[in-house]
Structures are given as C-alpha cells and as structure tokens.
C-alpha cells in the first residue's frame, strides 16, 4: 500500500544510515544493494528486518546510464564503499543485490554484474530500477519517473509490473549546463549553485524551463495510458519545487518523497535474495 509517510521515515532512515555513519557490529542476516548510476555510486545494507542498518555513497563518473564506461575506477568506488561498510558493521558483506535500467541489454548488465563481483560479492539479484522505487513507495500502479545525472526514465507499472518503459536523454547534467551558461560560470560551479538551497531563489527561475520540459517529456509517454499519478525519484528531484512545476504542467497528482535520490538505491536492497 502507498504509505508516502512511511516511506519518508525509511528512506530518511537510511539517510542518517549514509550521512552520519555510526554502526554498531552486527551478526543477523543482511540484504545489501549497489547502484551504479552515472553520478553517483550508492551502497545500502539493511538488517534481518529490512531496516536500514548502514550505507555509503561516493559520487563518480564510471557508469553513464546503466554502460560501465569506467571498469577498473567502479570496481575501485564499489570496493571502497563495501571496505567502509564492512569496518562499521564488523564483518564482511557476502552477496548483493544490483539494479539496472530498465532495457538494458544482457551484455551491459553482465558489466554491472561483474563490478560487483570484482569485489568479492555474490550477485543474487538483478532488479530493474523503477522496480526498486517502486517497492520503496509501496505502489502498484501509476508512473515511476527517475530525473538522475544523464537522463529521464519513465516506467509505467501495473498491477506491480512495468509494463512500459522509455528513457530521454535530459537529467541533472542539463539543468547544470543551462546554470553555468545563465550565470557565465563553469559547470563545477553550477553543480554547487544547484544543490545549496540558499541560493534556490537565483537558481528556480533560470531552470523552470528545463523542468517543464522534463514534464513534457513525461506527458509525452504517459498520454494514453492508464496512468492517475506520477512518483518522482532521482537526485534531480531534490530541487525544491520540482513537483509543483511538473504538477502544474501535467495536471495530475504528483509524489515526491523524502530524499529522491536514495530511493532506488534502498529498493535495491529490498530486493537482496
Ligand atoms: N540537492 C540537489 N538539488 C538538485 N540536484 C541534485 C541535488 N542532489 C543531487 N542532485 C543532482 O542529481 C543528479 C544525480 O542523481 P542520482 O544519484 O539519482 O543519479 P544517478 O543514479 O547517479 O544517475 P542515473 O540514474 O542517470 O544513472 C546529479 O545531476 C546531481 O547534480
Ligand atoms: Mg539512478
């Protein structure tokens, strides 16, 4: 059942987890989860009970858009996420869950697999991203949309399925640039300017175009089909006032959850065998 309150607890859960990591040894069984996404890389570990118990997360440029493009520096960003993790808990990690983009070919995940596996870790599970969200939510039905670094995907799930999917090449890259270029500063720069809410006053209005057209890409894919909401996740989201732009352009009900860009690496974990 979506349960946005009890979703928000979990994820924010496991952004204590990530961004004040104290843990505490522990002996009980644990579901672990690595995404590999074109900005970051994010390891999730939660307890026998599916609590959040520890996580990591290190931003990289070794994957873009589910194609490892980086294969000796991801092993190195996994390795060190997972050497970190295993320090707090006491004990080392056996076996993960991993996600991939939704029609990603059999070779490409076979990349991500064998990162993974490059470090030491069984791989159990493959899971497709909007899947992953999708079980963080709670939601059957209505359409997952991930605003990540490189690019939109767009999942339409039924009854639990995805039984539609599309990715457009417009992400968190895009609004950078179009900052950068607004404001005549370099794209480090703009990346920062971004993220620091005390600046979302200059920021908002120079990137409401590149909102909207993020919605437009969704109305293009969810016109015609059975779709009564959209869920937004992906670090892109995390722009204060995304949903009310998007909602406002679709005219339908838009979620958006607490930390949008740790629910995919958390439903990951859900998803550890
Ligand atoms: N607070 C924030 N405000 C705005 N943008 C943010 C914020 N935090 C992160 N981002 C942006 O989110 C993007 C990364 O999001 P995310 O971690 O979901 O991507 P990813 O999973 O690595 O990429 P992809 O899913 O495209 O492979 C980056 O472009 C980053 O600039
Ligand atoms: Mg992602």
Redesign the pocket.
């Known amino acids: 059942m979506f349960n946005l309150e009890q979703a928000n607890a979990t994820i924010a859960e496991m952004e204590a987890k990530i961004y004040q990591p104290v843990s505490e040894p522990y002996q009980g069984k644990l579901y672990v989860g690595v ?1 590999l ?4 890389i994010v390891v999730t570990v939660l307890d026998e009970n599916k609590r959040p118990l520890a996580g990591a997360l290190q931003e990289g440029r070794v994957v873009k858009d589910g194609l490892v493009v980086d294969f000796l520096g991801a092993i190195q960003i996994v390795r060190s996420l997972i050497t970190q993790i295993e320090e707090r808990l006491g004990r080392s990690l056996e076996a993960a869950a991993v ?1 991939i ?1 939704p029609g990603t070919l059999a070779g490409d995940a076979k990349a991500i697999i064998n990162v993974v596996q490059a470090v030491g870790l069984e791989v159990n599970q493959v899971v497709d ?1 909007p899947t992953a969200a999708a079980t963080v939510l709670g939601i059957q039905n209505g359409a997952v949309v ?1 605003v ?2 490189g690019t939109t ?1 767009i999942s339409i799930l039924e009854n639990g399925k995805v039984i539609y999917v599309a990715d457009e090449p417009t992400g968190g890259t895009h609004f950078s640039l179009v900052l950068a270029g607004a404001y005549k500063i370099d794209f480090e720069e703009a990346e920062l300017k971004k993220r620091d809410p005390a600046q979302h006053k200059d920021v908002f209005p120079v990137i409401v175009p590149v909102i909207e057209k993020v919605a437009s890409i969704i109305q293009g894919h969810i016109a015609q089909r059975n779709v009564e909401c959209v869920y937004l996740v ?2 892109t989201v995390c722009l204060e006032g995304f949903e009310q732009v998007v909602n406002k352009f679709l005219g339908m009900p838009v979620r958006k959850p607490y930390n949008p860009l740790l629910v ?2 958390l439903g990951i974990a859900m998803h550890c065998g």
Request: proline letters at 12%; charged letters at 20%; zero cysteines.
């Open positions: 995404d996404g074109t900005a970051n996600a983009p991203e991930d990540g670094g995907g992906g670090g995919t690496p």
